[in-house]
């Protein structure tokens, strides 16, 4: 049995991407049979860091709440959370914090790549660097570590925060006593989807399909994806093809193979485009009533995540207690 954990942070609204690359894939492997404890929260205290407008935090959080329930996830099996609603997080992570060597965390990328730009630029090095952007790792490592977390599926970009996470147990567990799991990543949703530019869909590249966009933004979007000029009747590249690309994380194996032929038959971009369309709106349209049900009904989604954040603190609780005792933090009788 493995505890598996894996954090969103609510800086946006969801879109496809999010959806191939990790959504989808966490909400099937928590329906699966196996006897494992998934942990999937909002990393709402990590929004903070990059975004501080109040109603923004809010919106996105309900959100992405709505997204994971309204794809179906199993909120009876799996522990879902708000971040900020655990408070032994916040805890944990002032503890892991006395134990950080301030080295591990000017190495830690996210951290170091602005440093670069402001040396770069011939500003001073902190220049618009915070606290929380610095202390970013430590916060994630203590999501992970309070929960005994055996797996981390997350992609690249936040392979060295895993592994700080796992510095900092050892750490801990040199120091005191040997109570804390050390994590490894999952790598498993690293398939990146292209956006409408051909590059990776991405928030910080405007070339997102929001996941949840309405039938008619949907093919709005979908009519802008860059092709090249080919006419119709010349045969295409579906390898380079950023509709094919999204097409295939959608359809059946079948479907990929009839597609793949009518690029070398030659298919029309406009006609390509549609058969796109049809096929996200299809999948998509029964989760999609239900999101705009959930966003309609938020008091709905508020007790949802309420029920799961009694459920998860029990675990947090239990954890930070033996934690502390380890630490000499304990009563003197
Ligand atoms: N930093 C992650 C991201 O932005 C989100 C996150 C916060 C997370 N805490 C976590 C992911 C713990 C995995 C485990 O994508």
Not at 170 to 177: A, G, I, M, S, V
């Amino acid at each position: 049995m493995k505890n598996i954990l894996t954090g969103i942070t609510p800086s946006g609204t969801p879109h496809i991407g999010n959806y191939i690359g990790a959504i989808k894939p966490a909400i099937e492997k928590s329906k699966s049979n196996s006897q494992d404890n998934y942990f999937y929260f909002l990393s709402d205290y990590h929004a903070l860091v990059k975004c501080q407008d109040a109603r923004l935090v809010e919106k996105y959080s309900l959100e992405i709440a709505a997204t994971w329930l309204a794809l179906g996830l199993d909120t009876s099996k799996a522990f879902f959370y708000r971040q900020s609603r655990i408070e032994e997080t916040t805890q944990l992570s002032w503890i892991l914090t006395c134990l950080a060597p301030k080295g591990l965390l000017n190495r830690a990328h996210a951290y170091k790549a602005l440093v670069d730009e402001n040396i770069q630029a011939n500003k001073d090095k902190d220049k618009n660097i915070s606290m929380g952007l610095f202390s970013y790792p430590i916060l994630m490592a203590a999501d992970i570590l309070l929960f005994d977390t055996n797996l981390v599926p997350v992609g690249k970009d936040q392979i060295q925060h895993v592994e700080i996470a796992r510095d900092l147990a050892n750490y801990f567990n040199k120091t005191y006593e040997d109570i804390l799991v050390l994590p490894e990543v999952d790598l498993a949703c690293d398939d990146v989807l292209s956006g409408l530019d051909g590059r990776k869909m991405s928030k910080s590249y405007q070339n997102t399909i929001e996941l949840f966009a309405s039938e008619k933004e949907l093919r709005k979007k979908i009519m802008k994806i860059a092709t090249n000029s080919l006419a119709p009747g010349k045969a295409k590249d579906y390898n380079t093809c950023t509709l094919f690309k999204i097409y295939k994380e959608f359809a059946t194996s079948g479907e990929i193979e009839e597609i793949k032929k009518a690029y070398e038959d030659g298919i029309a971009w406009g006609e390509m485009k549609n058969i796109l369309f049809e096929k996200i709106n299809k999948t998509l349209s029964g989760a999609r009533e239900k999101y705009k049900y959930f966003i309609e009904n938020k008091h709905e989604v508020e007790n949802i995540l309420e029920a799961g954040e009694e459920k998860t603190r029990k675990l947090a609780k239990e954890k930070l207690d033996t934690i502390k005792y380890a630490l000499g933090l304990r009563s003197f009788c």
